[in-house]
C-alpha cells in the first residue's frame, strides 16, 4: 500500500447524500478480483448516459474536476453493501482522500486498508470545504496526515481527528498484510523452533 503522508489536489464537490457503494462502482465491474482496471467504472450510472457519451453536468466530467485526487461528499457516503471494489475504484481512478461528515463503517474501514483516506468534519466546516471545491481549477487543496489539516485555496486550515492506530498505518503505507510481515523474522523464528521441537508435526 502507498503511504499517504501530504497530498494536494483538487477537490470535486460531490452535493450527494448517501452516496452508496454501488453507485460508486455498479455490481456488473464486481466480476474482477484485480485492483486495477476499476475507475473506468467508477460512478459509471452518474458519469455516462445510456448510449456511452459522458454525462456533461456530472462533476468528475467536468473539465476542472477530471483529475480530482479529493472527493468532498454530503452525509454518509459509502453506505451499501460492503464491496471492497468501492475504494479500489476511487484509488484507481486516481482519488486519495474523501472528506465528509459521516460514512459507512465497512467502507470506512476499506478504505483504511487500501490507501484512501476518509476524512471526518464537522457539518460547518464541511460547508466551508465544499464551498472551497465549488471553485473549479482554483479548488485546490492540501491534506496534511501528519499535522490532521486540510489546507483550502485561500489559506484556512480545518483540523481533523483520525484515530492514531490507523494514522500510523497510513503514514507508512501498512495494510493487514503489511502489518504482518513486519512480524516476518518473529514468525519465521517460531516456525524454525516449531520444526526443530515437533519434527513429525
Same mark, same amino acid.
Request: aromatic content about 8%.
Given at each position: 500500500?502507498?503511504?499517504?503522508?501530504?497530498?494536494?489536489?483538487?477537490?470535486?464537490?460531490?452535493?450527494?447524500?448517501?452516496?452508496?457503494?454501488?453507485?460508486?462502482?455498479?455490481? &456488473?465491474?464486481?466480476?474482477?478480483?484485480?485492483?486495477? $482496471?476499476?475507475?473506468?467504472?467508477? !460512478?459509471?450510472?452518474?458519469?455516462?448516459?445510456?448510449?456511452?457519451?459522458?454525462?456533461?453536468?456530472?462533476?468528475?466530467? &467536468?473539465? =476542472?474536476?477530471?483529475?480530482?485526487?479529493?472527493?468532498?461528499?454530503?452525509?454518509?457516503?459509502?453506505? $451499501?453493501?460492503?464491496?471492497?471494489?468501492?475504494?479500489?475504484?476511487?484509488?484507481?481512478?486516481?482519488?486519495?482522500?474523501?472528506?465528509?461528515?459521516?460514512? =459507512?463503517?465497512? !467502507? !470506512?474501514?476499506?478504505?483504511?486498508?487500501?490507501?484512501?483516506?476518509?476524512?471526518?468534519?464537522?457539518?460547518?466546516?464541511?460547508?466551508?470545504?465544499?464551498?472551497?471545491?465549488?471553485?473549479?481549477?482554483? =479548488?485546490?487543496?492540501?491534506?496534511?496526515?501528519?499535522?490532521?489539516?486540510?489546507?483550502?485555496?485561500?489559506?484556512?486550515?480545518?483540523? !481533523?481527528?483520525?484515530?492514531?492506530?490507523?494514522?500510523?498505518?497510513?503514514?507508512?503505507?501498512?495494510?493487514?498484510?503489511?502489518?504482518?510481515?513486519?512480524?516476518?523474522?518473529?514468525?519465521?523464528?517460531?516456525?524454525?523452533?516449531?520444526?526443530?521441537?515437533?519434527?513429525?508435526?
Amino acid at each position: 500500500m502507498d503511504k499517504f503522508t501530504k497530498l494536494t489536489g483538487v477537490a470535486a464537490p460531490m452535493k450527494i447524500r448517501n452516496i452508496d457503494t454501488d453507485m460508486i462502482i455498479p455490481k &456488473q465491474y464486481l466480476k474482477t478480483i484485480k485492483r486495477t $482496471g476499476l475507475g473506468t467504472g467508477l !460512478f459509471s450510472e452518474l458519469r455516462f448516459n445510456e448510449d456511452g457519451s459522458e454525462n456533461p453536468d456530472f462533476v468528475l466530467n &467536468q473539465p =476542472a474536476y477530471r483529475n480530482a485526487k479529493i472527493i468532498v461528499a454530503e452525509d454518509n457516503f459509502g453506505c $451499501g453493501s460492503s464491496r471492497e471494489h468501492a475504494p479500489w475504484a476511487l484509488l484507481d481512478f486516481g482519488v486519495r482522500c474523501i472528506i465528509s461528515t459521516s460514512f =459507512a463503517d465497512i !467502507f !470506512f474501514n476499506n478504505c483504511f486498508q487500501n490507501g484512501v483516506l476518509p476524512i471526518r468534519v464537522s457539518r460547518e466546516d464541511l460547508d466551508k470545504l465544499m464551498e472551497d471545491a465549488e471553485r473549479g481549477a482554483n =479548488a485546490t487543496m492540501t491534506i496534511d496526515l501528519e499535522a490532521q489539516e486540510i489546507h483550502g485555496p485561500d489559506g484556512g486550515v480545518v483540523k !481533523f481527528d483520525i484515530d492514531a492506530f490507523r494514522k500510523h498505518c497510513m503514514l507508512n503505507g501498512l495494510d493487514d498484510i503489511g502489518l504482518t510481515m513486519q512480524k516476518d523474522s518473529g514468525i519465521s523464528s517460531y516456525e524454525g523452533n516449531l520444526a526443530n521441537s515437533r519434527p513429525w508435526a
